[in-house]
Structures are given as structure tokens and as C-alpha cells.
């Protein structure tokens, strides 16, 4: 006796009909991939592999501009400093350095930014914090380190 092919009326990846055998006992005649078997067809209860997640939609909020850039290298500063403060004690001679190395080269950032926004003619530049800028900007070329 020969087997009944998948009665699915629709059209495969490919183009063409299916031509799958059908699962015995299923009405209307469907193979396995087009709901022929007694389970559920599709993906598995909570699969997440077609989730969407917005990684490479429209964004939602307007870009910040560099005022709020400005603000926020200059919390992080902060927040740097106190924390390398705080925890001198506990840390290896290695980890300090590399703390202070980054707190440099977010100073650095910080005034390279504030200069930036100056010459766009926008939000005012500290002189202090430019002054800084061009200090470490000097230690780094004598020294040879990029702060």
C-alpha cells in the first residue's frame, strides 16, 4: 500500500508544494512539518529565538548633545576620584596606577570635550578645566603615556 504525500496546499521555502509523506492517522494528511503530528507545531513554549529586541530600531530618544556628554564624563570623574580614594588602602600597586591612568585620561577627555564645544561656539569652557587639558596633554607627551 502505498503512502498518501502531505495534502498542505501552501508553497515550500523552495517554491514548489510539499511533497513530505504524511503522518499516518492525520486529517486532513499533513507531514510533520506542516501540523501533521499529534504535537503542537512550531516553537517550543517560551523559545526566545525570534525575539525581537529592538537593537537595531529607531531610538527612541533624541541623541544627547555634548553638554550632557560634558556632565556626564565630569560625574564619572567624580565619582572615580572618590572611589580611588576611598579604597587606596585595599587596592595593589598595579590596580592604583591603572585607576589613576584613567582618571587622567578622563580629565584629559573632559577638557578635549569642553574645548571641542567651544570652537562649535557652544556652553562655556572652564579656563581651569582647560588649563588641566593642556597640562596633562604636556605630561603625556613627556612622558610618553597616553593620559
Not at 498542505?8 to 499516518?24: E, F, L, N, Q, S
Not at 576620584?81 to 592604583?96: F, Q, R
Request: proline share 4%; with cysteine; glycine share 12%.
Amino acid at each position: 500500500m502505498a503512502g498518501i504525500k502531505c495534502g498542505w496546499d501552501g508553497i515550500t521555502g523552495k517554491g514548489k508544494p510539499c511533497k513530505a509523506w504524511a503522518v499516518r492517522g492525520s486529517d486532513p494528511p499533513r507531514c510533520v512539518a506542516h501540523g501533521g503530528s499529534a504535537g503542537r507545531v512550531g516553537a517550543p513554549p517560551g523559545s526566545k529565538n525570534a525575539l525581537k529586541h529592538g537593537a537595531y530600531s529607531e531610538p527612541d530618544e533624541q541623541l544627547i548633545d555634548l553638554d550632557d556628554v560634558i556632565a556626564d564624563c565630569k560625574r564619572r570623574f567624580v565619582r572615580l576620584g572618590a572611589y580611588i580614594d576611598e579604597h587606596v588602602a585595599d587596592l595593589e600597586v598595579s590596580d592604583y596606577r591603572a585607576l589613576l591612568a584613567l582618571h587622567g585620561q578622563l580629565a584629559s577627555r573632559i577638557s578635549r570635550l569642553e574645548r571641542d564645544l567651544q570652537k562649535m561656539g557652544g556652553g562655556e569652557a572652564s579656563d581651569f578645566m582647560q588649563v588641566i587639558g593642556e597640562a596633562l596633554d604636556r605630561l603625556s607627551k613627556d612622558w610618553g603615556v597616553k593620559l
